[in-house]
C-alpha cells in the first residue's frame, strides 16, 4: 500500500483518521495486549461515517434519536473508543485510553455497553453485534411507527469482520434483515482478507456480495482508504429501500510491516514497528498525544448533532401529554403502573377458577392481560408460535409493509432471534420477548448469555421445559438446560407451577431492570397449585412454602414447575402414613438465593429430610438440599441422570420416577 | 396438485413411493403424534436415490464403504424408518414401524444413531445433519486419500428443509463444504415452501440457489414429484466437482387436505383425512400392509449392493496387511496399543523436568506425540490454531486440493467444526478434534449436546478456560461453561492441572468409545504439579490424593486445572500455621462420579473441612464439598459469582481470591 499517495490525495482526512491509528498503536501498546490490525484498517471509513454521515451529539450520548454505531468486530475496541474519545465523550478520556485493557476502565479489551454511553452493545463473540444491529433497526421502524418520524428517525451502522460473516448467526441475521426490508441499516464489511489463522482464503472462497444480495440486500464494493468513494457509498445505502452492505476493501494494519498479514490482525506492541508505522503516516507526535487542530476538528464533528437534538427536544416537548409520557416511561424502561393491577386481577380470576393448563398457555393468557396495556411488548417466535403460545390477539405482525405490528415471525432463527431481542432491549423503549423450545436454547446460547452480560432484560419464552414434552425425544427434551441457565451469572430463570405461578413470573420478567429472565414453561396440562389468591407476588421470594406439614414435620419436598403437583401428590401420601411433609414450591433459584437467611431458613429448616423434585440434573439443587453450608440435611433428589427418551409423557414420568408414589418412596427411604 | 396425473404417469414409481406414504399415514395416527408431510412430500426423491443411486446392502448395514443417508429434517423420521423397513432391514421391522414413539421402540420420535444401524446420525434440531454431513463427507475424502478409492468411494446423500437452511449452522456447513470441494455430498433441499409457523415468505425470501452459488456449490431446481428429473438431477450431481445442493419443488403432504400448508407439517391423524389421502394415491391396502410386488420391489433394492459389498470384501482383503489391519482397527474405533507407552514416556520426561507451561502448550505437547501413532485424529480449530495449540507439525492440512492433511482450518465456524466432527466419528475411521476458545462452547452447544447424546468420541479442545485469559475480558472469560459441560449427560469435562494431567486427559479422551470429552486448558502458564512419575492414570479416577496433610488433617482443598497450584500454596501456607491440609486435585468429576463408593470416601472422607477452589461458578461442586448425602462436611467454595472483567490474569485472580493467601483464610474461616 502506497501510504504516501494515500496522505497525499487527502491531507486533511489523512491526519484526522491517523488520529485514531496512533492511538489505536499507543493503547494497544500500553496494555501490551490487544487488536491493532482492524482500527488501522477501518479508520477512514469511520472518520468518513462519523464526520459526514453519523447523527449524535457527544453531550447528550444518550439521545434518543442518535444514530447507533455498531461495532460487530469488537475486537477492535480502540476504534470505537478513539472516535468517543476525539469526539467529546465525557466518559471515554484520554485517561481511560491510557488504561485501556487494565482493572476499571472503560476500556475495556472488547467494548462492554454498560461502562459508558456510546458503547451501545457488548461484541467480540463474533457475528453479535451484527444480529444486535438488526434489532436496533426493528426497534427504530417499531418506535417510529408509533411515534412518527420527527420523534424517531435514526440509522444503525455497523462495522462487520470476515470473522463475522463467518459465523451462522450472521447469516439468520442478514436473511432476518433483508426479508423485514430494513433500510436504515447499514452494514460496512471490513473486506480485508485475513482472519487470525491467515488469510481468509484458507477456510472460505464464499462471494458475500453474492451471498448479500441473494436476501434482498444492497450491495456495494468501494475502496475503504479513499473517503470520497466512501462518502459516495454511504449514501447510496441512504437512498437505497433495501438494508445496505458496503464491503470495504482495506488493509488490515494499513502501513506497518504487519500490513494484510495474520500477525497484523493481534496486538503490534514492537516499538521499532510502532515508530516506523508513525512515520510512514506523518504522525509526529508522542504517545497519545493528538495536535491540537485535529483534536478540535473531531470535537466539532462531535457537536455537529447538537442543533439537530435540540430541535428535536422541542418537537418531543410538542408531542400529545399521552405519547410523550409513553415515550419517556418507555425510554427509562420503567413498566405502567397498572401493570400490577392486571396481575392481580388474573391471578384472583386463577385462584378462583382453577384448571389445569399447561403453563405455556398459562403464559399466552398472561400475555393476554399483558400486551394490550404494555406498548413496548414485542413479542415472537423461532417458527414456533403455536407452540410457544407466544402470540396474542391484539399485537399483529411486523412485516416490511407494516411497522405497527408488533409479533415477528423470526423464522427458524433461534441466535438472530436472541440477539435481534438483545440489540431492541438495547435500543430502549422496547420490551422484547420470544420463544422456541427449551432445548433450542443452545442454538441461542451466545447471545442469551450476552443478555445477562450486557444486563439487558429481554425475556426467552422457553417451552417444552422437559421430557413432558413427550414423543420427540431426547433431541428436543432438555435435561441440563435449567441448570445452564442458572449456572449463567444475572439470569432469572422461572419455572413456574401453573397459572398464578406463571402471571407473577411475567410480572417480575417485566419488571426486570438489568437482567433477562427465562421462563421455562410445560407442554403438557399441569393442575393448579396455587389454590388461595395471594395480592403478593410470592414467586418474587424464589420459593415459598405452598403446603405445610400435617402431622409433625419429617419431610420438605422441593420442586419447581410440572413437578410441583407430583410434590404435593406425594405429600398426600406421606400424610396418610403419618410423615408430616412440606412442600416447598422453588419456581426461582436465584430470587430465592437473594432473600435474607432469616427467610431462607423458615423456608427450609433443619430437622427434615429433603426430597427435591424436578425432571431436569440434579446440578444446581444440592445447595437447597444438602444445606447451604453442609451438615443440614439428609437429601435426595428426583430428577434425570441421563438423556430422555421418545414415549408419551405420562409414561416417561411413570418411568422416570416423577409420581406421587415414587417420591413418596424416595423420602421414606431418608427417613 | 394433479394426484392422478402423478400416478398415470409413472404408475410403478408411484406405488412404490406411495407405500413410503401410505406407512407414514399410518405410523403417524398409530402414535397420535408425528410429523407427516416431509415423508410424503419427498417420497418420490427418497424412492429415485434410494433404489438408482445409493450404494448400500440391507443385509450388511454396517458395511463402511456404503452410501451415507443423512435426513438432516429429522422430524420427517417415518421416511428414513420406512426405507429401513421396505429395503429389509433387519431392526427396523413392521413391529418397530408400528411402535413409532413409543417407549423402548427402535423408532424414536426424530432419528437416533443409536437405535439401529441405518440411522447413521441423530437429527431433529434442525441444520445438524447437515453439518454432519460435511463432517461425513470430509472423513470419505480423508479416508480414501489414506486407504485409496478401491476401498473408499461413496456419496453422502443430505434430505435438509427449510429450517435447517434457516439455521445459521447451514451457512457454516455450506460454506465449508464448498471451500472444500465435497464433490461427494449432495444435498436435497425440500423446497417446500412451508414452516411451522406457515408459509416460508412470512419469514424469509432468500434465493437458496444463489445463497449456496456465491459459496462454490452445484445448485440445480426440479420438480419434486417426476422421477425422471431427479434422476437425471442426481445423475448431473454425481458429475459435478462442486458439492451439490438440488432444490426439490415438492409438496407438503401432498395428497392430502393439508397439502401445502401448516397444518401438513406435523401429525396428520384425522381418519377420514387419512382415508381420502389413501384413496387420492390409489391406495387401497389396510394400515401397515404393503403389497407383496412393491415390498419385493423394495427389498431387491435392498439387495442392489450386496454384488458390489461382496467385491470390496475381496478388495479389502487384497489390502497390504498394515493398511488392513490400520482400517480395521479404525473402523472398529479402537486406539493403537502403542498410545499407552506413548503417554507412559512423554509423563516420565515430565515428571523428570517439570516446568511452568500453559496446559494448551501441554496438549499441544501431547498431540505431538500422539498425531504421529495414531493416523486416525483429525485435527483442527476454529480460526484460533494458534490460540487452541492444535496443530502439530506432522498432519499437513486438508484442503480441496490435497485430502491427505490431517489438519482442518474451520473458518470462524464453531458450531459446523463440532457438527461435522460428530459426522466424522458417526462416518467411522477417524478421531477428530478441534479447538475454540471456552466461551465459545457456546457458539457449538447444540452439536457438542449431540456428540453427547449420539455416543460419539468427538474431542472438543477448550482452551482459555477462565478468568485466566486476562484482558480480553468477560466476553471472552468462560465462567459457567465448565458446569454447562458438567450439567450435560454422558460428556466427560476434564480440567487438567498440568502436562502429566493433560496427557492423561487426552489418553482417556482417546479411549473413549461412546462419549465425547471436553478439555478445559488454560491460556497462561502453570505449575507442574504432579512431580512424581506414577505410571498408572490417575485422571482416570476423576479425582485422587495429590498431596497429603502433614498435621493432622483438618481440611480438604478440591481444586481443579490452574487453581490446583493455588491450592497447593494454600495447603503450604495452612500447614506452616499447622493446619494438616490435604489436597485433592479434581480433574474429572464424572469419572469420579463413576468410582465406586470406598474410593470416594478415601479421597474425600468425613472430619475435615472442605473448600473448593475453581475459577468458574459453584454449581456442580457442592455434591463434593457438602458431602453426597449431606451432613457430611462444613464448606466453602472459590469460585466466580459473577461475569469476569479485562484486566490482566494475575490482577484478576488476585482479585477474585485465586492465591493461597486468599484460600488459606477461607479454610481457616471455617476451622
Redesign the interface.
Known amino acids: 500500500m502506497d501510504i504516501a499517495a494515500l496522505r497525499s490525495a487527502h491531507p486533511d482526512h489523512w491526519r484526522r483518521a491517523a488520529a485514531i491509528r496512533a492511538l489505536t498503536l499507543d493503547a494497544v501498546a500500553a496494555?501490551n495486549?490487544?487488536h491493532s490490525g482492524m482500527p488501522m484498517g477501518m479508520a477512514d471509513v469511520a472518520t468518513v461515517l462519523a464526520s459526514r454521515h453519523m447523527k449524535f451529539d457527544a453531550a447528550a450520548p444518550d439521545w434518543p434519536d442518535r444514530d447507533r454505531f455498531i461495532l460487530s468486530a469488537?475486537h477492535g475496541s480502540m476504534l470505537l473508543y478513539a472516535l468517543l474519545y476525539l469526539t467529546g465523550s465525557a466518559e471515554i478520556t484520554l485517561d481511560e485510553i491510557r488504561n485501556f485493557?487494565?482493572?476499571?476502565?472503560k476500556t475495556?479489551?472488547?467494548p462492554?455497553n454498560f461502562l459508558a454511553q456510546g458503547i451501545e452493545t457488548?461484541?467480540?463473540?463474533?457475528g453479535q453485534g451484527f444480529a444486535n444491529a438488526v434489532g436496533f433497526a426493528i426497534a427504530e421502524e417499531s418506535l417510529r411507527a408509533r411515534f412518527g418520524p420527527k420523534i424517531v428517525d435514526h440509522h444503525t451502522w455497523v462495522i462487520a469482520g470476515?470473522?463475522c460473516l463467518?459465523?451462522?448467526?450472521?447469516?439468520?441475521a442478514l436473511?432476518?434483515a433483508?426479508?423485514l426490508k430494513l433500510s436504515k441499516l447499514v452494514v460496512f464489511f471490513d473486506d480485508n482478507g485475513i482472519?487470525?489463522?491467515?488469510p481468509v482464503s484458507?477456510?472460505?472462497?464464499?462471494?458475500?456480495m453474492?451471498?448479500f444480495?441473494?436476501?434482498?440486500w444492497h450491495v456495494q464494493t468501494v475502496d475503504g482508504h479513499d473517503p470520497e468513494a466512501i462518502d459516495a457509498a454511504i449514501r447510496a445505502a441512504k437512498e437505497s429501500p433495501l438494508p445496505s452492505m458496503i464491503a470495504c476493501k482495506t488493509h488490515i494494519a494499513l502501513g506497518s510491516a504487519a500490513q494484510d498479514t495474520a500477525k497484523g490482525h493481534g496486538a503490534l506492541t514492537d516499538p521499532q514497528l510502532v515508530a516506523d508505522t508513525k512515520a510512514a503516516y506523518g504522525w509526529e507526535h508522542g504517545p497519545f498525544e493528538v495536535p491540537a487542530d485535529v483534536k478540535d476538528w473531531w470535537e466539532q464533528v462531535g457537536r455537529r448533532g447538537a442543533e439537530a437534538r435540540a430541535a428535536w427536544e422541542s418537537r418531543l416537548a410538542a408531542l400529545g401529554k399521552g405519547k410523550r409520557e409513553e415515550f419517556d416511561r418507555r425510554i427509562a424502561g420503567e413498566a405502567p403502573k397498572k401493570l400490577g393491577g392486571a396481575i392481580r386481577k388474573l391471578k384472583k380470576a386463577a385462584a378462583e377458577a382453577p384448571e389445569k393448563m399447561a403453563t405455556r398457555k398459562a403464559s399466552e393468557t398472561v400475555l393476554a392481560a399483558v400486551n394490550p396495556i404494555l406498548p413496548e411488548t414485542f413479542g415472537g417466535?423461532a417458527?414456533?408460535?403455536?407452540?410457544n403460545n407466544t402470540r396474542t390477539g391484539d399485537l399483529g405482525v411486523f412485516t416490511a409493509d407494516d411497522r405497527s405490528g408488533r409479533y415477528l415471525?423470526?423464522?427458524?432463527?433461534?441466535?438472530?432471534m436472541a440477539a435481534a431481542m438483545n440489540g431492541m432491549a438495547l435500543h430502549g423503549g422496547m420490551r422484547p420477548y420470544g420463544g422456541t423450545f427449551m432445548?433450542?436454547t443452545?442454538?441461542a446460547?451466545?447471545a442469551i448469555?450476552?443478555a445477562?452480560?450486557m444486563q439487558q432484560p429481554v425475556v426467552f419464552v422457553m417451552t417444552h421445559d422437559s421430557i413432558g414434552l413427550?414423543?420427540?425425544?431426547?433431541?428436543?427434551q432438555p435435561?441440563?438446560h435449567l441448570?445452564?441457565h442458572?449456572?449463567?451469572?444475572?439470569t432469572l430463570l422461572f419455572r413456574p407451577a401453573d397459572l398464578i405461578e406463571t402471571a407473577e413470573a411475567w410480572e417480575l420478567a417485566l419488571t426486570q431492570g438489568d437482567r433477562p429472565s427465562v421462563l421455562a414453561l410445560t407442554r403438557q396440562g399441569v393442575p393448579a397449585v396455587r389454590l388461595k389468591h395471594s395480592a403478593q407476588n410470592l414467586v418474587a421470594r424464589g420459593a415459598y412454602v405452598l403446603a405445610e406439614a400435617e402431622a409433625k414435620r419429617q419431610a420438605i419436598v422441593i420442586a419447581s414447575g410440572s413437578e410441583v403437583h407430583v410434590a404435593l401428590a406425594a405429600k398426600e401420601r406421606l400424610e396418610a402414613e403419618g410423615v408430616g411433609t412440606r412442600v416447598v414450591s422453588m419456581p426461582c433459584m436465584e430470587l430465592f438465593a437473594e432473600q435474607d437467611e432469616s427467610y431462607r431458613r423458615r423456608v427450609l429448616p433443619g430437622g427434615a429430610v429433603?426430597v427435591g423434585v424436578e425432571a431436569g440434573?440434579?446440578?444446581?439443587w444440592?445447595?437447597w438440599?444438602?444445606?447451604e453450608?453442609?451438615?443440614?440435611?439428609?437429601?435426595?433428589f428426583v430428577g434425570?441422570?441421563?438423556?430422555g427418551?421418545?414415549?408419551?409423557a405420562e409414561?416417561?414420568f411413570e418411568?422416570f420416577g416423577f409420581t406421587g408414589a415414587a417420591v413418596a418412596e424416595r423420602v421414606k427411604a431418608l427417613l
Chains 1, 2 share one sequence.
Not at 166 to 172: A, K, L, N, R, T
Not at 213 to 216: F, Y
Open positions: 496494555a495486549s490487544g469488537g485493557r487494565q482493572l476499571g476502565s475495556a479489551g472488547h462492554e457488548t461484541t467480540g463473540p463474533l470476515d470473522g463467518m459465523e451462522g448467526v450472521s447469516q439468520e436473511t432476518l433483508g426479508h482472519t487470525i489463522d491467515g484458507l477456510a472460505d472462497r464464499t462471494d458475500q453474492a451471498r444480495a441473494a436476501s434482498g417466535s417458527d414456533l408460535t403455536g407452540s415471525h423470526y423464522g427458524i432463527r433461534e441466535h438472530a432445548a433450542f443452545d442454538y446460547r451466545p448469555r450476552l445477562a452480560l413427550g414423543e420427540d425425544g431426547p433431541t428436543h435435561v441440563e441448570a445452564i442458572r449456572a449463567t451469572p444475572n429433603r440434573v440434579r446440578q444446581g444440592d445447595r438440599l444438602l444445606g453450608r453442609g451438615r443440614e440435611a439428609k437429601a435426595d434425570m441422570d441421563r438423556f427418551a421418545s414415549a408419551p409414561v416417561l418411568t
